[in-house]
């Protein structure tokens, strides 16, 4: 070997450990302060798209079909997918893309979405409503087709509104919730509370709807940074996370959870709930950039966008994985 060929292979070599030396850094960096998460979770499957531009924020699960739907949007800003996987098998079944009406493609944020009544709501974000979308045609529609949504859920009135960033179900209600951060993402004055920590500044509103149109039942005053909400009979668990800080699940006891006055949500007087340290029972600290939840069987299943192709970072952390947590 010529002496120029040595040193390159020195080059080389020294290269690729520097390399390995950077992910196993970066590994340790994200993984240690949460290693407590990993000691209770399993991968369930790697997210789908991680490598081609999709980045995962929505998740929900279908209890007839035994599939997950996970949904997000395009680092390319093409449409947004809805992805589903079969939670047996761990495969997936195939992939739709949203469209609006006029056959465009659907290209918003999709920070979550829920099924309720065979139909899937989709979180509008700064547009302040949900779309609807028939989960039928989802499930007939062949691999990659096109599927529109059919109509707009309004969560704003002349006054009020709610910024929509996850959405899930409980108790035969629809529940919307907002995400605030300052000063990037802002909430109305009027959400704001005073609470044992200080201030919440976001709402979850839970509603029913008549007529496609959302009756306000009820609002919980949450803290910022909140990515997804579960809701069962005891537990109330927030999925919260900002960049690549360390994310956590809240879980508040839901009998300490309780309306001592009313509050008026879209011009309507309903009960208020206050989610802060008094019913806080547990926090716990997940890999960032965690996204919506679901919660079945007593496990709880969380999205990621940290393996997407925007962040990367995730791809050597174990970002691509689904996991689900016995906590």
């Known amino acids: 070997m010529g002496k120029v060929n040595k040193v390159l292979l020195i080059i080389l070599i020294s290269l690729i450990t520097l390399f390995l030396l950077c992910v196993l850094g970066l590994r340790l960096y994200f993984r240690m302060p949460v290693r407590s998460f990993y000691k209770v979770s399993d991968k369930e499957f790697v997210i789908p798209g991680t490598n081609k531009g999709f980045v995962a924020q929505g998740l929900t699960y279908s209890e007839n079909d035994k ?35 006029d056959g465009s493609a659907f290209t918003d944020h999709c920070g979550g979405f829920t099924i309720y009544h065979n139909k899937i709501y989709l979180a509008g974000g700064e547009d302040c409503c949900l779309y609807v979308i028939d989960k039928n045609n989802i499930d007939k529609a062949e691999n990659a087709s096109f599927i529109a949504y059919e109509d707009i859920i309004s969560l704003k009135t002349e006054n009020d509104y709610i910024g929509v960033a996850f959405v899930n179900t409980y108790d035969d209600l629809l529940i919307a919730g907002e995400f605030y951060r300052e000063p990037q993402y802002p909430t109305l004055q009027g959400h704001e509370i005073t609470c044992a920590d200080g201030k919440n500044k976001a709402f979850a509103l839970a509603f029913k709807l008549d007529e496609n149109k959302a009756i306000p039942e009820k609002v919980y005053s949450i803290p910022g940074n909140v990515q997804g909400m579960e809701i069962t009979q005891d537990k109330i668990y927030l999925s919260t996370s900002w960049g690549t800080s360390i994310s956590h699940i809240y879980i508040y006891d839901s009998s300490k959870v309780k309306s001592n006055s009313n509050y008026n949500v879209l011009g309507t007087e309903v009960p208020l709930y206050i989610l802060d340290s008094t019913n806080l029972e547990n926090d716990i600290k997940t890999p960032p950039m965690s996204e919506e939840i679901v919660l079945i069987d007593g496990k709880l299943y969380q999205a990621n966008e940290s393996a997407s192709n925007k962040y990367v970072f995730g791809k050597f952390t174990g970002g691509k994985y689904l996991y689900s947590s016995s906590f």
């Not at 093409?78 to 739709?96: E, F, G, H, R």
Request: zero cysteines; aromatic letters at 12%; a positive charge.
């Open 67 to 101: 599939n997950f739907y996970m949904t997000g949007y395009m680092k390319d800003n093409s449409a947004s997918p809805i992805y589903i996987i079969n939670k047996d098998s761990k495969k997936l079944i195939k992939k739709v893309l949203i469209s609006n009406p």
